[in-house]
């Protein structure tokens, strides 16, 4: 006869806190402690900044080194991202599907602040409508997906706009302004743009594109260089107040701000 083993719970999440590996997570702070780093580092720094007493340290560092995870150099000492952690790296941005993940942030985001919410990356015409989550507040406004938005008068165009480089800006910028019939003090305006958004975080327009809806901007960066996304709150202006405006401005930003993380991104590393 074969030994009966007992069943497995069907509900593991049930239970009030998962049991995970002590080791495995000290051995992340080790990692962790090198990706702020910024560079190679010594045995001393990276024990300060994983907490840890230095000798505690070394043998994390020694199995992660045995693993490939860590590399120490011969020349210096110094201990640095291995082998094996540069190719889960790439292996990980491989895998990345941006828009996918960044979309299922757009459900939450619309519940929390009752208002519309879209998702636009770059194309080439401009920002290109790839989402769109409609709120709880009725618009003068049905946006198709893979339309293709202004970049002066809305608050995505506004976004892009600051945190692209001119050689991606410009050529659209020139077109719309040749079809829009507006003269090149328009580059005035631009610099404003810029300007607002870089030290707010955010673009605010009101009835730039259609009268009576204001429209709060931010980017989502990525950490592998590609383009960065916009996401966008959509309301009627009717009943925005600047305290509201501010509020959910805020709530814009802690959003995007969590999704440039999932998706990699480390301003201390990538200079955003």
């Not at 230095?54 to 020349?75: D, E, I, N, T, W």
């Not at 030290?199 to 260089?225: D, E, L, W, Y």
């Amino acid at each position: 006869m074969t030994a009966q083993h007992p069943a497995e719970p069907e509900n593991t999440e049930a239970a009030p806190a998962r049991q995970g590996i002590q080791s495995v997570e000290l051995a992340m702070t080790v990692l962790q402690a090198l990706e702020e780093g910024r560079g190679p580092m010594t045995l001393t720094q990276i024990a300060a900044a994983s907490g840890m007493q230095p000798s505690k340290a070394h043998r994390y560092l020694v199995s992660l080194a045995r693993s490939g995870l860590v590399a120490q150099s011969r020349s210096s000492g110094r201990y640095d991202m291995g082998p094996a952690m540069r190719r889960l790296g790439i292996e990980s941005l491989r895998r990345m599907d941006e828009v996918s993940l960044v979309s299922e942030h757009l459900p939450e985001l619309r519940d929390r602040t009752s208002h519309a919410v879209n998702l636009s990356v770059w194309g080439d015409h401009g920002p290109v409508v790839v989402r769109w989550e409609y709120g709880a507040h009725a618009l003068p406004i049905t946006v198709r997906i893979g339309a293709t938005m202004p970049l002066l008068t809305s608050a995505m165009g506004g976004a892009f706009l600051a945190h692209l480089p001119d050689r991606l800006t410009d050529p659209v910028l020139r077109v719309q302004l040749e079809a829009a019939r507006l003269d090149s003090a328009t580059k005035e305006r631009v610099g404003r743009i810029r300007s607002d958004v870089l030290g707010s975080g955010v673009a605010t327009t009101s009835g730039g594109v259609i009268p009576g809806v204001t429209s709060v901007a931010a980017p989502v960066f990525t950490g592998g260089g590609s383009l960065p996304l916009v996401v966008t709150l959509v309301m009627p202006s009717r009943g925005i107040t600047e305290e509201s405006l501010a509020g959910l401005s805020a709530e814009l930003l802690r959003s995007t701000r969590a999704m440039s993380e999932e998706l990699g991104h480390a301003p201390h590393r990538d200079g955003a």
